[in-house]
């Protein structure tokens, strides 16, 4: 038994993490931290109550932390990149608070979410209120070019959740067109968050392209693997919910494939769970999902996927010097891929 | 009888009205229509559709009149301001369709109303759409000082309708804290749009100043009428509906100044219908409550307390020469107040 318990230290020793990149941005991070704390205040205690819920519930804080590792390898050795990593985790918390509305989520990252405790109204109005912020934040900031990048990423986003609702339900989506949803949601605001920081270091165009390719490049691998995670065995040994995705009825890389790859039996199981949502109660048909997965490789190749995106993310960093930082980002993208397993 | 209907023609002619600050803009104000049309396009056919159903709707567009209006008052003679007041509307389109689902209202302007037909989450997303689209009208602009400004007219107007959440159904609210919402969820907005004119028009700070008080206590009368309108025996002779508010439990001025007017017994009675929502089916509670509004004269002090907000609104335009454009936004100004007769 002593073996299997070694083994197993082992093998969370060697996981890839994302503690060398949190390390290296801790002091920022506290700043920022103390900026988001300061910038949500309101004279109306509804506001900074409710923001404070969300943000307490905190998370891994990653696109904040892709904005000021970005402006740290850019050389930047001033302090703007504190309140746009602010900035970019404000604009991240309005869309999280409009999805809860939207998706009409009970819980967020196993807590109450903020719609379930103060109501989807007060959620709808206080995430308008942190977008406002945000677009203030920037313009305190006065980089014309930092607003264009993150105003257009806030319209790409919210059009990416208005095609992914056009597309809730349907499972004659493809790979390209939810790959279309992942890029707008997910991925654009990891892309811009990275690109500001080479704009805030006042580096050459190609390194705030660099940096937007790695950006989203993992973001979309980062998505992938949440899809996956949301029908993984081992996310349900180590007590983690799965099956929320399955039970909405969302079209996620997973299941796109498992169509594609089934029987018309399996597709007529897929379009009766995932479109029409006739569920069993007793999760019987949760199992039969995640046996179709599994038979058809289907988890294990969303992975390769996430993969790919992973590995264009890496390249992309090339042109930039070894350092700690750049390795710290290298590790965040296989963190992003490997917490699969 | 002939006689009667002469004399309401009289009237009608007499009546202020908004055509004279129409026709002056109304080249710009049609420029302005083409570029709402081309900037809410999005390959997702769900954003055009929603948004375009709510900005087909219509209503009066007074806020981008006012930014028109006050860019050439200011001498503008460029064609900054087309994009400017179409971005005004966007950002007071967005705020109607997160308020419909706020106020879970089925219509808008006698048609049904956005999420009446897409549904709540389309409204939500699509209304973040407009707004992140209005940014970037401003970014294309570049004007760092009118992104400052309409950035944070945007954070008032969503710490007002949050303060408005917190207020509703709470009949211990008073005048003070009535207007505080007023203002932002308003004023703040008209503010910003006639401001924005002046820094367009490169004019001195008091013209700046001028302009955003005028339209600070224009949208205040603004708002104060449509909360009379509400409750006005003159609108329900025209068909209108009236009694929204009162079926809500929206404390508006006048049910404000009924209440403190009242005796215990009248107190009781909004507590029950405002608080509650406890309502007769058969449209008796509002009767009674058309009645106290008229014993108490809340309808008519209302509309005084509009007027002396709509004079301060005239004298701040004390300060431009005469011209046909500040004489018809003067007539604005009365237009807003007496539509109450």
Known sequence: MAVVVDLEEERERKAPSLDALAALVADDMARVNEAIVARMHSPVPLIPQLAGHIVAAGGKRLRPMLTLAAARLCGHAGQRHIPLAACVEFIHTATLLHDDVVDESALRRGLASANAVWG?????????????RAFELMVEDGSIRILAILSHASSVIAEGEVLQLATANDTTTGEDAYLDVVRAKTAALFAAASRIGAVIGERPKAEEEALESYGLNLGIAFQLIDDVLDYSARQ??????????FQEGKITLPVILAFRRGDDDEREFWRRTLERLEQAADGSDLRRALDLLERHRCLADAVRRARHYGEIAKDALGIFADSPLKAALLGCVDFSIERAY
Chains 1, 2 share one sequence.
């Open 236 to 245: 349900e040994k180590l007590g983690k919910a799965i099956g929320n995705d």
């Open 120 to 132: 989807n109204k007060a959620s709808v109005l206080v995430g308008d209120f942190l977008f406002s």
